[in-house]
């Protein structure tokens, strides 16, 4: 009976004091998730680009310039064009002097935004201690949060002649986007919703754990 009591007593210590359990990490300054947001609105962006003017490029000597490109993971943008072009039979050249071809690309957007709605005591709420004045950091009590995250990618293209610089094609606006939300009640149940294809196969390896009050542990852990 002693035992019960002191596992009741725990559990209710645990809930008081809001069931925290953390397990530090070291984190790189940019998320999982914000990398394929915004990789996958850079996909879905050249998707839109016009293949027949691509394969007219066939075997032509293709410089791709980056002089007005400055956004988020141009890299990847840059990789991924060079791959579309020589996939297509472009013959994309490292040296100007070499190109038939000049293709020019720019960025309009390539970032993301975030919003959250919380419905209880969020986090980095405050609270002024009564006897020094200083504030108190809150734990974050949730009864539901939500949290969305938008990305957009606009992407162009020019194409002319390296010799006459003689327009070629131009490109229409190329949009790409994505989304991850998240819904959470009570602080326990987290669901996700994404369509981001990396970001859902996360989502089925992903398991709804009940953290355990830490003064439990000794009585059940090993």
Known sequence: MRLYTSVAIALLAGLATG?????????????????LLLSTAIDRALDELDMEAIRRLRGVKVFLSEQYLKSLDQEYLIGSLRDLLFSNGVL???????????????????SLDTAAVTFGIAEDQAL??????????????????????YSVAKV??????????????????????????????????????????????????EKTIIPIPSALKPAFAP
């Open 92 to 110: 994309v050249v490292d040296d100007v002097t070499q190109a038939q071809m000049i293709v020019e690309v720019r960025s309009g957007a390539n």
């Open 128 to 149: 002024p201690n009564p006897l020094t004045g200083a504030p108190v950091a809150l734990p974050e009590l949730a009864f539901f949060k939500k949290e969305n995250s």
């Open 156 to 205: 162009s293209l020019v194409a002319y002649r390296a010799d006459s610089r003689e327009h070629v094609f131009s490109s229409r606006e190329l949009l790409g986007g994505a989304y991850d939300k998240h819904v959470q009640f009570l602080g326990l149940i987290r669901i996700r919703f994404t369509d981001v294809l990396e970001l859902k196969t996360i989502k089925k390896r």
């Open 19 to 35: 069931c925290v359990n953390k397990q530090r990490m070291t984190e790189p300054a940019r998320s999982v998730g914000e990398q």
